[in-house]
């Protein structure tokens, strides 16, 4: 089972941009799908993107599309969400979690989550 950490929040203005980054331990990361979910404060946990085990499927939430791209580097047991034109609605934190699915966009299909970053949208 993989371990995941997270880096890369912190405070933008809006229209600014980000680059998130899930570091996963042990030697199965390419047998995961892997997803970025976030927290609003006082709001559930909501699905933000996901990507295949292999890199070449991704699925976004409607809200993200367009503005942030996910990516995996399977040698560096890596996934990064790069997030552009960010908005104030996109402050939260941002959780990254694997699922042993081919892909998945639901919570309960992940099994392994990180401890999250925080990211913080000024107007």
């Known amino acids: 089972q993989v371990q995941l950490v997270e880096s890369g929040g912190g405070l933008v203005q809006a229209g600014g941009s980000l680059r998130l980054s899930c570091a996963a331990s042990?030697?199965?990361?390419?047998?995961?799908?892997m997803g970025w979910f976030r927290q609003a404060p006082g709001k559930e946990r909501e699905f933000v993107v996901a990507?295949?085990?292999?890199?070449?499927?991704?699925y976004y939430a409607d809200s993200e599309k367009g503005r942030f791209t996910i990516s995996r580097d399977n040698a560096k047991n890596t996934v990064y969400l790069q997030m552009n034109s960010l908005k104030p609605e996109d402050s939260g934190v941002y959780y990254c979690?694997?699922?042993?699915?081919?892909?998945?966009?639901?919570?309960?299909?992940?099994?392994?989550w990180g401890q999250g970053t925080q990211v913080t949208v000024s107007s």
């Open positions: 990507i295949s085990r292999s890199g070449g499927n991704t």
């Open positions: 042990g030697r199965s990361f390419s047998s995961y799908a």
């Open positions: 979690a694997a699922s042993p699915f081919i892909i998945a966009t639901r919570e309960d299909e992940y099994r392994v």
